[in-house]
């Protein structure tokens, strides 16, 4: 995808336009298929990425447990545990 062509479109899109946007993707990414999924080429143990939203970088991590809706990893860097959305494992290794 192109993000930056996402964002330019976005540019005249209301606050409530994006709000309803935000609303549709969170549905998405809590979609019990698409965890599924993700979750099935995942292993205990495994070393991933995943993208922090607050950082906007991603983050190299182990993980330590499958929830239903949510992973817990413990970051390399800090050794923090974090409780991570499926969805921001960086499951193809694409670039940020």
């Not at 336009?17 to 495994?46: C, F, H, N, P, W």
Request: glycine share 4%.
């Amino acid at each position: 995808m192109d993000y930056s062509q996402i964002l330019k479109d976005l540019e005249d899109a209301t606050s409530f336009d994006l709000y309803r946007l935000t609303s549709a993707l969170q549905d998405e990414m809590e979609y019990i298929e698409r965890i599924k999924k993700v979750r099935s080429g995942l292993r205990i143990g495994q070393s991933i990425t995943w993208f922090d939203s607050n950082t906007h970088q991603l983050v190299e991590s182990k993980i330590l447990k499958f929830n239903k809706t949510r992973c817990l990893v413990k970051n390399f860097i800090d050794g923090l545990k974090w409780n991570i959305s499926y969805a921001s494992i960086n499951t193809e290794d694409k670039a940020v």
